[in-house]
């Protein structure tokens, strides 16, 4: 089992920057594909992008170019850079591990979840 914590939302001006971080526990998850996905209020989760143990990442094309994904397989810790940030960006943003190496982009793939951190971008 992998109990998933989030941190670094926040409020922040449109072109400003955030950076998430997400800490795991219960066994580590240096073989598991992790992700980030956000929840715009009256809208479907939607996968923003994800690493696998080896640090190969994707993004959603909405992000691509301003956000970054990295993480620290010893400290069992995963963080999302996100830079130039937009309004459309608001959003809970939650972090997610899947028992594979294979990195998806379908929500319904990912095993563990954290509960969740408010991003708000103002205009």
């Known amino acids: 089992q992998v109990q998933l914590v989030e941190s670094g939302g926040g409020l922040v001006q449109a072109g400003g920057s955030l950076r998430l971080s997400c800490a795991a526990s219960?066994?580590?998850?240096?073989?598991?594909?992790t992700g980030w996905f956000r929840q715009a209020a009256g809208k479907e989760r939607e996968f923003v992008g994800a690493?696998?143990?080896?640090?190969?990442?994707s993004y959603a094309d909405s992000v691509k170019g301003r956000f970054t994904i990295s993480r620290d397989n010893y400290k069992n810790t995963m963080s999302l850079q996100m830079n130039s940030l937009k309004p459309e960006d608001s959003a809970i943003y939650y972090c997610?591990?899947?028992?594979?190496?294979?990195?998806?982009?379908?929500?319904?793939?990912?095993?563990?979840w954290g509960q969740g951190t408010q991003v708000t971008v103002s205009p």
């Open positions: 997610a591990a899947r028992r594979s190496s294979t990195v998806k982009v379908g929500s319904r793939d990912y095993d563990y």
């Open positions: 219960g066994r580590t998850f240096s073989t598991y594909a």
């Open positions: 690493i696998d143990w080896t640090s190969a990442t």
